[in-house]
């Protein structure tokens, strides 16, 4: 153990949300260094990386649905869970590389958020995956503890801290107490369902084809989640189904919201049967302490209104909510000495 600390000195030990959408990495005492896409673009039908093996994160997403047939943009990671081992570890290595910088004497220690859902396999995966990217030692934290910590909620407290977290590929509900969690509940349903959503809908509403870019900027300038004040409308461009031609036309708020209505009616489902699954003292601290909400999906207009509707609970979005588990894993690396034990014999990490 003393030989660990001593060696943490030369490394920059990190923490990493590895996202379905996007992925950060956090440092101690310098808060996040990294912020960008979980994309990496390949040569056609290899694992071969463009540029060198740089071709990653913000330079592979400007490629992503423009690519000539040679190159691919590939998202390795599907509903937060490893679909490509060898481009996962390509990209992780890159960014491990990036803010370890090449100077880094011993390779760092590293704390990677995963969803709570997944299985023991999965686990191995990115354990594996991110050691042979070149972590010294990797420990794995749940995503909801992460984002608890990472929003400031007394998570080791004796109280009921109840997290939301909407991603791109899943879906993470968690009541927390006591540095553990209490009862969870994961779903790979998220962002990226509400763009295919609104994909389908232009599809089978307009003969229009788009892309997962522009679907993705549909929801965020109009989408909501609940009714608006002042509806809004906004013009897109794709491809007519019909003639094969170029075409604009104008969508409106109240049509995109009536698109999102399943994705967001199973986030609500989750985030209800989760409750009822509460331990009836940890139910009623909720009452007072409210329901937390973080990750892009908490970014959806009215997303905050439809929850407490639904719970009849205070819901409250935390600040900065895309970059919370990142934080929280940043926190995580800071206590790990205190943390460790709990974590390594509990189902967090593996020695």
Not at 79 to 93: K, N, R
Not at 217 to 230: F, H, N, P, T
Not at 252 to 261: D, K, V
Not at 277 to 301: Q, T, V
Request: with cysteine.
């Amino acid at each position: 153990m003393l030989l660990d600390t001593v060696l943490g000195w030369f490394s920059t030990d990190m923490g990493i949300d590895l996202g379905t959408c996007s992925t950060l990495v956090c440092v101690r005492d310098k808060g996040i260094v990294l912020n960008e896409p979980s994309v990496v673009a390949v040569r056609k039908g290899t694992n071969i990386v463009l540029n060198n093996g740089e071709a990653v994160g913000l330079v592979a997403r400007e490629m992503l649905g423009k690519t000539p047939g040679s190159i691919s943009a590939i998202r390795p990671l599907k509903d937060g869970v490893i679909s490509d081992f060898e481009i996962t570890e390509a990209m992780l290595g890159y960014f491990i590389r990036k803010v370890h910088g090449r100077g880094g004497l011993v390779r760092p220690r590293v704390v990677i958020a995963v969803p709570s859902g997944i299985t023991a396999v999965e686990r191995r995966a990115v354990i594996d995956s991110a050691e042979r990217a070149g972590a010294r030692r990797v420990y794995l934290v749940d995503e909801p503890m992460a984002a608890g910590i990472g929003a400031g909620l007394p998570i080791t407290d004796p109280t009921a801290s109840m997290i939301v977290d909407i991603g791109g590929g899943t879906t993470e509900v968690a009541i927390m107490s006591l540095a553990d969690i209490a009862t969870s509940e994961s779903i790979r349903i998220g962002g990226d369902d509400m763009d295919e959503a609104v994909i389908s809908h232009l599809k089978k509403t307009y003969n229009l084809l788009i892309g997962e870019a522009r679907a993705e900027k549909v929801k965020i300038q109009v989408g909501s989640a609940a009714s608006l004040e002042e509806e809004l409308t906004m013009e897109i461009a794709g491809r007519d189904t019909i003639s094969g031609l170029p075409r604009k036309i104008v969508i409106t708020s109240e049509e995109i919201r009536e698109s999102l209505r399943d994705p967001i009616a199973a986030i609500i489902e989750t985030v209800t049967r989760t409750l009822e699954k509460a331990e009836p003292e940890l139910a009623a601290d909720l009452i007072d302490n409210g329901i937390h909400i973080c990750g892009g999906g908490s970014l959806l207009r009215g997303m905050d209104t439809v929850l407490a509707n639904a719970t009849g609970l205070r819901v409250e979005i935390v600040d900065d909510p895309l970059s919370s588990v990142a934080r929280g894993t940043c926190v995580y690396l800071e206590n790990l000495e205190l943390w460790k034990d709990t974590m390594d014999h509990n189902h967090y990490g593996w020695e």
